[in-house]
């Protein structure tokens, strides 16, 4: 307050009071956004008690980014009635959401400016294409559509398959009204994708086989809906299977083909000479659909459009896909068991043998170094640390199915930090419920397989991986003499009809040098190459 008691603020006082410069206040008041309320004798700028308050909202609308024009008309209420269509000056909020349309504009170009930006940096993009970039992420709804239906009509030129053709057609790339940056970079990248040749011929090559295969009519919408269902399970027992370490030309594998052929039968009624049950032919023409079906390029289309409209993207299929088509060709018939493979197993001999191998696998174990875990092995793709991590879950497994409860989480971390405590708990573990539950004397399974089998099974999988681990490391390979001779045989016996198809747990038999010992011609016979 003024020292002369009349409640009046100097320019001053006012400042220090609201935490504004006297350069900004003068300013506002010179603008008509903050008037005096006097002047003193000498015509310096008195300002009344409401002061404090119309200079916050000066300022809080400054930072909204409001004009100064239309914070005075605001204040002064003295903007033309056309503007708000009511007969009367605008008010605050009327004001407040004409600026705030006009913010939402300069967000949507802006946002559109950093798509494109993204997308350059991400692609690596020349500067010539950025011109054309930018025009694409300007585009109207209609030329967005129209560029998509010209790339299918061309790409499907000539081929007989209406229905394929109006399913492509009708999944239109509608941006919404706020597109976020995510959905532009997507709408640039599809428009980008369909002017690459190999997606059209992705496309054609399945509208041929749509073409080829289609019936007389077209595919009703409950039938439609079917396939769609058969899809999702085929992609939850894919996946699952690939969790539980099923590997697909493993018996195990068989049920689940069978589940899934089973419920793709009727999904093909009304095409061109359905099959009515599990045959090889069933699996031959399902395995064809997959095999034609796995183009991911097509994938990566229905993806864009999926994010470009704002629908929840399709699952992805490549793990599950793998895992089927491989299962498929492993298991080309319905399944015929052949029970000699479960003949011969002697329980107490498969337990001395597991005993053995474990004995010394471990001690290769108890060796390997932290600096030795990212070394290459003979298994394609895996480092001793993955090896490591396989081989302990081989006795995690075969340990639940002991218990009756199977695992399922082949891919989590079953290492840990410390290798050597997780191999030998392992060993410990499986020994003990191999003993203790009575499982070298129980069947499994819906084929009855008999629990020394399944033991027998751990150990060609652990002497196998031992020597696999032998070889990374640079250690000697003639790993349990006494046993590996046994576990040949047993590999011979339950492996040997076994394909050796792309995606089998074996590669193709190698030849193994003169004088090789038991070990390194497990290892042949399992698809490494001992010389």
């Not at 959905?183 to 040749?197: D, K």
């Not at 019936?215 to 009703?220: D, F, K, L, S």
């Not at 919408?221 to 899809?231: D, L, S």
């Not at 992805?316 to 088509?325: C, E, I, N, V």
């Amino acid at each position: 307050m003024n020292e002369d008691g009349t409640g009046l603020l100097t320019i001053g006082e006012l400042a220090r009071l609201t935490g504004v410069p006297v350069k900004t206040i003068r300013s506002w008041s010179d603008q008509d956004l903050l008037p005096p309320a006097a002047r003193t004798p000498a015509g310096y700028r008195l300002y009344g008690p409401d002061a404090p308050a119309r200079l916050e909202i000066v300022r809080s609308l400054r930072e909204l980014g409001i004009g100064l024009a239309a914070i005075r008309s605001v204040l002064h209420r003295e903007l033309p009635h056309s503007l708000n269509g009511m007969g009367g000056p605008p008010s605050l909020a009327e004001t407040a959401a004409q600026w705030a349309d006009a913010l939402d504009a300069q967000i949507r170009t802006l946002r559109l400016r950093s798509a494109v930006l993204r997308s350059v940096a991400v692609r690596g993009s020349a500067a010539e294409e950025l011109p054309y970039m930018t025009e694409l992420a300007r585009l109207s709804a209609r030329e967005r559509r129209l560029i998509i239906a010209d790339f299918v009509e061309d790409a499907l030129d000539g081929v007989d398959a209406p229905a394929y053709r109006s399913g492509l057609l009708a999944a239109t790339p509608d941006l919404p009204d706020d597109p976020t940056p995510e959905q532009i970079g997507a709408w640039l990248e599809l428009a980008a994708l369909v002017r690459e040749p190999e997606l059209r011929t992705a496309l054609r090559r399945l509208a041929e086989y749509s073409a080829r295969t289609a019936g007389a009519v077209g595919e009703p919408p409950a039938q439609e809906q079917a396939a769609i269902r058969v899809a999702e399970l085929m992609r939850v027992r894919g996946e699952a299977a690939v969790a539980a370490g099923i590997a697909p030309d493993s018996p195990a594998a068989e049920p689940v083909i069978a589940e899934l052929v089973a419920a793709w039968l009727p999904t093909q009624t009304g095409t061109a000479d359905p099959p009515t049950e599990d045959s090889p032919a069933a699996r031959a023409r399902l395995l064809e659909q997959l095999e034609t079906a796995a183009e991911p390029l097509a994938e990566r289309y229905w993806q864009l459009l999926c994010t470009v409209t704002g629908r929840p993207a399709p699952p992805r299929w490549d793990t599950a896909g793998t895992w089927t088509t491989a299962a498929l060709r492993a298991h080309p018939g319905p399944y015929e068991l052949d029970r000699s493979a479960f003949d011969g197993t002697d329980p107490d001999r498969v337990l001395r043998a597991y005993e053995e191998v474990t004995r010394d696998v471990a001690a290769l174990v108890a060796a390997v170094r932290p600096e030795d875990l990212a070394l290459p092995t003979p298994c394609a793709g895996w480092t001793v640390r993955q090896l490591l991590d396989h081989m302990v879950w081989e006795n995690l497994m075969a340990t639940s199915i002991a218990e009756g409860t199977p695992r399922a989480d082949h891919t989590a971390d079953h290492l840990g930090d410390d290798h050597r405590t997780a191999f030998a708990d392992s060993v410990r573990a499986a020994r003990a419920v191999f003993t203790g539950s009575g499982m070298l004397h129980r069947t499994y399974g819906p084929y009855e397989a008999p629990g020394a089998m399944i033991v027998q099974q751990v150990v060609v999988e652990l002497l196998a991986h031992g020597w696999d681990l032998a070889r990374a490391t640079g250690a000697p390979t003639g790993l349990a003499p006494e046993a590996a001779e046994e576990t040949l045989a047993a590999a011979r016996r339950i492996y040997g009809a076994a394909p050796r198809t792309e995606g089998s747990s074996f590669a193709p038999e190698r030849p193994a040098p003169p004088g090789a010992g038991a070990t390194d011609r497990l290892a042949a016979f399992l698809g490494r190459d001992p010389a």
